[in-house]
T-cell receptor
Framework: QKEVEQNSGPLSVPEGAIASLNCTYS??????FFWYRQYSGKSPELIMF????GDKEDGRFTAQLNKASQYVSLLIRDSQPSDSATYLC??????????FGAGTTVTVRA | GAGVSQSPRYKVAKRGQDVALRCDPI?????LFWYQQALGQGPEFLTY????????KSGLPSDRFFAERPEGSVSTLKIQRTQQEDSAVYLC????????????FGNGTRLTVT
């Protein structure tokens, strides 16, 4: 079992809709959780991080963390074509390493 | 520049050749990481430096891989006797603190071994 699991997609949503991405992790001791966006051929770019159970909102993005169920999700509201990218979930268990999922590819249809 | 800079952007090597990949982290960043990203996969940890000290090299796939950061800033990842399975994007990332702070990634070096 991989440490961090994501649905690979592709997830296709119409422009203006909500895109919902899910991520599960295996290490119950994980402490911090990150969502990175990666455009094709580019480097991962941090868009959200969350440490505590509950929701964290930043603009059109909301991260949700449920440590009891060991999942973290990302909602993208009012999806735009520019949101089309691969979204990587990353988990840290308290040391310096990040464990990444394989990513979910999102396509926003104009 | 303000970001993490990596060079070369692309590298094609014949099997058996040695390659050296360079990373210039953000000035003043204490932590530097190397990750390997295969096509369609997430980045996989290779090694971690805190200043000039290599604190963790547990992710390096074999003894053909070697990384250094002699003065605590620029880092080089060297791969000896390259194999086809080494083909991947090699990402460098830095962060200002020690360990658990968000990473800033460079654009990576895409290595193709033929």
């Amino acid at each position: 079992q991989k440490e961090v699991e994501q649905n690979s997609g592709p997830l296709s949503v119409p422009e203006g809709a909500i895109a919902s991405l899910n991520c599960t992790y295996s290490d119950r001791g994980s402490q911090s959780f990150f969502w990175y966006r990666q455009y094709s051929g580019k480097s991962p770019e941090l868009i959200m991080f969350i440490y505590s159970n509950g929701d964290k909102e930043d603009g059109r993005f909301t991260a949700q963390l449920n440590k009891a169920s060991q999942y973290v999700s990302l909602l993208i509201r009012d999806s735009q074509p520019s949101d089309s990218a691969t979204y990587l979930c990353a988990v840290n268990n308290g040391d310096y390493k990040l464990s990444f999922g394989a990513g979910t590819t999102v396509t926003v249809r104009a | 520049g303000a970001g993490v800079s990596q060079s070369p952007r692309y590298k094609v090597a014949k099997r058996g050749q040695d390659v050296a990949l360079r990373c210039d982290p953000i000035s003043g960043h204490v932590s530097l990481f190397w990750y390997q990203q295969a096509l369609g996969q997430g980045p996989e940890f290779l090694t971690y430096f805190q200043n000039e000290a290599q604190l963790d090299k547990s992710g390096l796939p074999s003894d053909r891989f070697f990384a250094e950061r002699p003065e605590g800033s620029v880092s080089t990842l060297k791969i000896q006797r390259t194999q086809q399975e080494d083909s991947a994007v090699y990402l460098c990332a830095s962060s200002p603190g020690q360990g658990n702070s968000p990473l800033h990634f460079g654009n990576g070096t895409r290595l193709t071994v033929t």
